[in-house]
């Protein structure tokens, strides 16, 4: 079955960085794209950013743009979202998703940016 599993969330500061992980299993992952997502208290969950299967082309929310950055590496199954110069307001629980056949979503890891 369909497995995607999210790791690298935590708490740091204004201005820092983090970098998460999605490891994937259960589909061949090198046909797919894959894609971030977010769902912040109170709010709507919203795309971050996604990348096509081969890598070759990305898309970013706008209000990350510049900061974060998605990749992949179909060897290993995983893509990854570099989150540089990190706000406040991108505190959220950070999902993967996948749609293959359907949408598979993973668990989430949460991340909180605070002093």
């Known amino acids: 079955q369909v497995q995607l599993v999210e790791s690298g969330g935590g708490l740091v500061q204004p201005g820092g960085s983090l970098r998460l992980s999605c490891a994937a299993s259960?589909?061949?992952?090198?046909?797919?794209?894959m894609t971030w997502y977010r769902q912040a208290p109170g709010k709507e969950r919203e795309l971050v950013a996604s990348?096509?299967?081969?890598?070759?082309?990305?898309n970013y929310a706008d209000s990350v743009k510049g900061r974060f950055t998605i990749s992949r590496d179909n060897a290993k199954n995983t893509v990854a979202l570099q989150m540089n110069s990190l706000k406040p307001e991108d505190t959220a629980v950070y999902y993967c998703?996948?749609?293959?056949?359907?949408?598979?979503w993973g668990q989430g890891t949460q991340v909180t940016v605070s002093s």
């Open positions: 990348i096509t299967n081969t890598g070759g082309r990305t």
């Open positions: 998703y996948a749609l293959t056949t359907k949408g598979y």
């Open positions: 259960g589909f061949t992952f090198s046909r797919y794209t």
